[in-house]
Every structure is written in structure tokens, then in C-alpha cells.
């Protein structure tokens, strides 16, 4: 009887208690920790599961950013903008190679043309010319364009996939910050659409002419980038704050992109020609033909 007592004596009972209550306490905010992921990796699947899939691509994209680095969500769209933008380094930086080596071909491209203006030679003759020129020099004048077939999808991926997270992922609507903690609802401050108006506006004013030095269609394309800048305002007075989240990060991006990108030493190490002084024009006409 004795050992029996000892046995169950209240010291050998609370022994090892405080341990195992900590061992629950762990399992609880586990299965807490748990509950409070799961509705919002639930929420985005629902949402990609009606998407095409470079929408969904980067839905669960911003969702992984989310979960994995624990970002609000304004903060993850913007970290997922910045990899995106990150990855599509290379093509910028072939494409202002391209465009700077077009700009300085233009002096020999108007030579050619003005002699060709005074021969008989036939329309295909003259293109064969033309051709045997780019060739020349190892450029094509359409690689321009391909900046634009790849940024032009991946920004319209970007906003119809963040707007829609806006309007199917509940948590949006308290994963901003500051006066943006509702992602769901536009700005009813203005600050956000102005910022983008102004950052994109800098931009065209600083960097749009990088790599088109001298070449008259600069000109034009600055012009309309300004009113496309004045109009970002009232067009997108309406939009949820969680687009201002992925337009704002990548308009500075590319202004910062810009501004490294036309130092000497930066085009130097990446083998940009430098353009030191704008060629000359003789009639003021773009001297490349498309």
C-alpha cells in the first residue's frame, strides 16, 4: 500500500505537466497557424480556377510571395512585380542594343535611300538593298517590337489577374497598408492613380528617348506617352488599390531601369552602343523603314 501511495503521491502527478501543456499549447497554434493559411490559399485557388492560366500563373504566384514570405498582400503583389520585371532584364536590354545600333545606322540607311531615289532599280531590288544593310550590321528592324509583344501581355496578365484577386480574395480587403489597407475599393484620396501618373510621366521624361537619340520619331512617341500620363488619371479613378500595387513598383522600376541604363560605364559593360552624338538627319524623316 505504501508504494502504491508513493506512486501516485501529487508530486509524481503533476511531474512533466507543465511540459505537456506546452506540447498542446504548440499543437493549438499550429493547427491556428493552419486555419488562418488555408482560407486565404483556398480563396486564391478559387479565383485562378476561373483564369486563364498566365492570369492564374500569377495569381499563384503573388499567392506563394504571400504565404511563403509572409507579406501582406499589397506587398507581395509588389515583390511579385519586381521578379517579374527582374526576369524580363535581358529583352530590355537586347532590344535598347538593337534600337541604339539602328539609331546609329540611320546616316548610311538616308545615303542609301537618296541613291536609290535616283537609280532604276526595281522595289524588290531596292528592299534586297535594304535587307543586305541590316545584315550588315547584324540588326533587324522589327526587333523593337518584341519589347512591346512581351510587356504588353505580361501587363495585361498582371492587371486582370490582380483585379480579379480583388474581387474574389476576401482578404484583400484588409491587405493593405497606410490609407490603402482596403485593396478592394478605389482610392478615394486620388493619391495612388496621381503617383502613377506622375512616376510614368518622370519616366517618359527622363528615359523615353534612350537609344533614339536624333531619330525624329522620338518625338512623336514622347508626345503621346505625355497624354497617355495626363489621361492615367481620370482612367483609372475607378480601379481597385490593389492594381495601383503592381502599376506603381513597375513604373519605378523602369525609371530606374532608365537611369542606371544610360550611364557610359553600365552600357559600356553591357555592350549598348553609345550613341555620344545624335547622327545627323538630312530631311528630318525617319530614315528606317518598317
Given amino acids: ?48 480556377a476561373d483564369s486563364y492560366f498566365p492570369v492564374a500563373a500569377l495569381q499563384y504566384l503573388i499567392d506563394y510571395v504571400h504565404v511563403t514570405a509572409g507579406l501582406d498582400w499589397w506587398a507581395a503583389i509588389a515583390a511579385t512585380t519586381i521578379f517579374i520585371r527582374l526576369i524580363q532584364l535581358p529583352v530590355m536590354i537586347h532590344q535598347l542594343k538593337v534600337t541604339s545600333k539602328l539609331t546609329l545606322l540611320r546616316p548610311e540607311m538616308e545615303k542609301l535611300q537618296e541613291e536609290m531615289q535616283n537609280s532604276d532599280l526595281t522595289t524588290l531590288e531596292r528592299h534586297a538593298k535594304v535587307k543586305a544593310l541590316y545584315n ?58 496621381v503617383l502613377t501618373a506622375l512616376t510614368f510621366w518622370i519616366t517618359v521624361e527622363l528615359n523615353s528617348q534612350e537609344g533614339m537619340e536624333g531619330n525624329p520619331n522620338a518625338s512623336a512617341v514622347k508626345w503621346v506617352s505625355r497624354v497617355f500620363a495626363v489621361l492615367t488619371v481620370p482612367l483609372t479613378l475607378t480601379f481597385p488599390k490593389a492594381i495601383f500595387c503592381y502599376w506603381v513598383p513597375t513604373n519605378l522600376f523602369s525609371l530606374a531601369y ?21 547622327p545627323p538627319s538630312a530631311n528630318g524623316k525617319p530614315a528606317i523603314s518598317f
Wanted: proline share 8%; charged share 15%.
Fill in 136 to 193: 550588315e550590321h547584324g540588326v533587324n528592324p522589327f526587333t523593337p517590337l518584341k519589347g512591346i509583344l512581351i510587356s504588353g501581355p505580361i501587363f495585361c496578365s498582371f492587371f486582370f489577374a490582380v483585379r480579379k484577386m480583388a474581387e474574389g480574395v476576401p482578404s484583400f480587403n484588409g491587405g493593405g497598408t497606410l490609407w490603402f489597407s482596403d485593396l478592394t475599393t478605389p482610392d478615394s484620396l486620388y493619391i495612388l492613380p
Fill in 1 to 48: 500500500g505504501q508504494v502504491f501511495h508513493r506512486n501516485f503521491s501529487s508530486a509524481s502527478v503533476g511531474e512533466g505537466v507543465p511540459d505537456k501543456i506546452a506540447i498542446l499549447n504548440n499543437v493549438v497554434n499550429v493547427l491556428g497557424d493552419n486555419a488562418e493559411v488555408t482560407p486565404a490559399v483556398s480563396e486564391v485557388a478559387a479565383v485562378a
Fill in 258 to 278: 532608365g537611369l542606371v541604363i544610360k550611364r557610359p560605364a553600365v552600357k559600356k559593360f553591357l555592350g549598348v552602343p553609345i550613341i555620344a552624338v545624335a
